[in-house]
């Protein structure tokens, strides 16, 4: 056997080539058959979505291409601007989409208002603080936007969303391409070999908790938001005639509340095969969203040996989710006590 070989046979089992490719794989076909989806439907939702997966997908793919082959500048660059910006903003923004006729709005502008305080902390860790401020008085302007666009019109708060989104992708992609990157073009953990945001600029580096917080506490709770519109419940907390603002607040914590008091319903009705399809579909897409959420937090700060996995379960638990949540199937699949597949209702996935 040839040295070539040989190492084209250890880059096949070595970790940080074969989780990347995986994860970069299931995102394109997923990104695929979301597309589909939008041809046929035309939902706002699934053409965003479609955008965050294949924006997964090259993330994936340039870690993948890095392992394989090795890094480079104009690979590192592309893959902190698609993998530390765009890929939880996009799929979150999807998630805006699909509620955007509910006040979902108030709670995106109230991850947007947390993002901002932590993008000002993230400045004093940096010693930053005018960049990180400056894009944290942006966020929460924008969190205003949102706020002011639900109460007038709950459909309008996507569009304020997204043309913000759109605008702010344009300034940080201007920015990443245009910044210094500190020789040799790139960072690898020492230990693991997974790249690290330590090669750009410290100014950039608070830059990507708006994208990052907005988006993901989107496509999480969005998640866990539709799970409990499907389910069984069990009211503790009922709606209430309360201040603009208070109103919002208890209405959060009534969905909290509620969801955790009905979850023994929800059990109850899994066993018995009548949980509507949606609701593990979700909580499988959330978790899906939650796994990765941590996995980059603690890249951030070190701990580098599960961003690889944690970028293959978020992708394969969302996808798994997608399956069960949506037409798919032409016929009904039962899977123990699950019954899967197209039935007379309309899918939001």
Known sequence: MTVRAARRNVAAVDPNVALPFLS???SFVFAALVFSQWARRRRSFQLVWTIGLLAYG???GTEFWGGA???SEPLYRLWYLIGAFFVAAYLGMGTAYLLGRTRFGYF???SLLLAALITLAAGAKYETPGAAGAAAGLTAAVAVLVAVATTVRREW???VLMAALVIASLAVGAAVLGAPVDAPGYALDPATGVPVGGAMPAALRPLTIPFNV????????GALFSAYVFMPKRKVLRARALPPVIAQLYGALAVVVNLLASLPLALGALTGGRLHSRVPATLLIALGGFIPGITSGLNRFGFTWSFFLGELLGVLLIFIGFVVSS???????RIGPLSIGR???TAAT
Request: hydrophobic share 50%; glycine share 10%.
């Open 157 to 159: 708060s996507a569009h």
């Open 343 to 345: 039935r007379d209702e």
């Open 58 to 60: 090259v993330s994936a």
């Open 108 to 110: 995106v502008s109230a």
């Open 214 to 221: 907005g988006g993901a506490f989107s496509l999480v709770f």
């Open 24 to 26: 970069s794989s299931t």
């Open 327 to 333: 037409e798919v199937f032409a016929t009904r699949v």
């Open 69 to 71: 082959f090795g890094w």
